[in-house]
């Protein structure tokens, strides 16, 4: 968690400095969007393959060459002739994207294996946590680093975040990963017994991949889920992209205030959700679930809208507070659910997700930031967020379809007396449940 939160304050920081650097080799607005487009394109390119590739490889060797490539494309920008920066600025774009998303799937799919099954909401919560207090760092001193050492300086720092990160990987006793456990998914994963879980290759890799996205596909709730957190991702470009245009039309002097304090106050209300959580999951033993994931993500869009409806200060910052908590809740129970299925749909499961959050912020910075020639910021987000809102409801709905569904069949199977031992394993995981074939 150190490691990871050291290299994301650089990613932050690498964030203001690379869109700042892009503009100032090309002097061209367009130049910064086909900047983030290329990023965003890699990394949905490398969420479709992150799975198959992840069932192959050790998680731990793809988690420390994804750092050492990022910190080789950062030194790649200091000693780069400046003939070359515009080609170099896109190759960096490329490498950054896909490297960081190959990072996150493996990292998030070998969690339980790090702390355990019972310890991933309490990991996921301290994951957040320090993410949460890294971007701000990075946000925060992106400016003075920029303005004070220079771009050379930023890039430097950023190398040495992930070079950080990459010792604190290696140094990782991970006893197990997903590569060990390709055979381990449940009753599917029985044909292949101890030979596949080791030797498969070629054609088998292909079979255990159709047949763990086949799986997936046969839990509608889980794809809903998915594909919410897609929406939610366009919701998040919308209100990335409209607050400097929101805080400008505020204050036109000092345009970046609302942005920082909004930002600042949203950190701090993850973070202090992320302390009630890992409370709540230390004393229950349990993990909030896809119920929690649904309605904290309708909490959140409705903040995030409010945000931008003009109210005094006191009731933005109550409102931001709520974003960011809500907003964290959102991220933990996502991962968390997620991590319960078997360690073969894992990896798939964190891949198909990045793909369709990168896909889902790719697509919204690019209709949200033509909307907002022509809309005002409020309707923008209302409707980017608003979206998110409706398929939550449905996903709400579905759970709690499910769970009623999951109830009555218990109770009718108590009062038949068949004798079974109950339902079968893996048909009752809140709505991410996973056909046993």
Same mark, same amino acid.
């Given at each position: ?269 993850? /973070? #202090?959700? $992320?302390?009630?959580?890992? &409370?709540? %999951? ?6 909030? =679930? !896809?119920?929690?994931? *649904? ?103 579905? /759970? #709690?379809? $499910?769970?009623?569904?999951? &109830?009555? %069949? ?6 038949? =007396? !068949?004798?079974?031992? *109950? ?15």
């Amino acid at each position: 968690m150190a490691g990871y939160a050291i290299s994301s304050y650089g990613t932050f920081l690498n964030l203001v400095a690379l869109n700042l650097y892009v503009y100032a080799v090309t002097n061209r607005a367009l130049a910064v969007g086909a900047f983030m487009t290329v990023r965003f394109a890699a990394g949905f390119l490398t969420g479709l393959v992150a799975g198959p590739l992840l069932a192959r490889c050790s998680a731990k060797g793809a988690m420390l060459w994804a750092n050492l490539v990022q910190a080789a494309a950062m030194l790649l920008l200091v000693v780069v002739p400046d003939a070359h920066h515009t080609a170099s600025l896109f190759t960096v774009s490329a490498v950054v994207g896909a490297a960081g998303t190959l990072f996150m799937v493996a990292f998030r799919s070998s969690i339980p294996h790090m702390v355990g099954e019972g310890r991933t909401t309490w990991a996921n919560s301290l994951m957040v946590s320090w993410r949460s207090m890294a971007m701000v760092a990075g946000f925060a001193s992106s400016g003075v680093v920029v303005s004070l050492l220079g771009y050379t300086a930023a890039f430097l720092a950023d190398m040495g975040t992930f070079l950080v990160c990459a010792l604190t990987v290696a140094l990782l006793p991970m006893a197990r990963d997903a590569a060990d456990d390709t055979g381990d998914t449940g009753e599917k994963g029985g044909a292949e017994g101890d030979g596949g879980a080791k030797g498969a290759e070629g054609a088998e890799g292909k079979i255990r991949s159709s047949a763990a996205l086949a799986a997936l596909g046969a839990a509608p709730a889980l794809l809903l889920m998915v594909a919410l957190r897609g929406v939610d991702a366009l919701g998040s470009s919308s209100h990335n992209a409209a607050l400097p245009v929101y805080s400008t039309r505020l204050d036109a002097d000092s345009p970046a205030v609302f942005v920082s304090v909004f930002w600042c106050v949203w950190a701090i209300g993850n /973070v #202090l959700a $992320q302390q009630v959580l890992r &409370r709540y %999951a230390k004393r229950t033993e349990r993990a909030v =679930g !896809s119920l929690g994931f *649904g309605l904290g993500t309708i909490v959140m869009s409705a903040t995030f809208i409010l945000a931008f409806a003009g109210f005094p200060w006191t009731a933005t910052i109550v409102i931001a507070l709520l974003a960011g908590a809500a907003d964290g809740l959102t991220e933990v129970s996502y991962t968390s659910h997620l991590q319960t299925l078997p360690s073969g749909l894992r990896t798939h499961a964190f891949g198909l997700s990045a793909t369709v959050e990168n896909l889902g912020f790719g697509v919204g910075m690019i209709v949200v930031a033509t909307a907002l020639d022509a809309f005002t910021p409020l309707s923008v987000v209302a409707v980017a967020h608003g979206a998110a809102i409706l398929v939550a409801l449905v996903f709400v709905a579905q /759970v #709690l379809w $499910q769970r009623n569904a999951s &109830r009555k %069949a218990t109770a009718d199977s108590d009062e038949g =007396g !068949s004798g079974d031992a *109950g339902p079968a394993r893996g048909s009752h995981r809140d709505g991410a449940e996973v056909s046993g074939g």
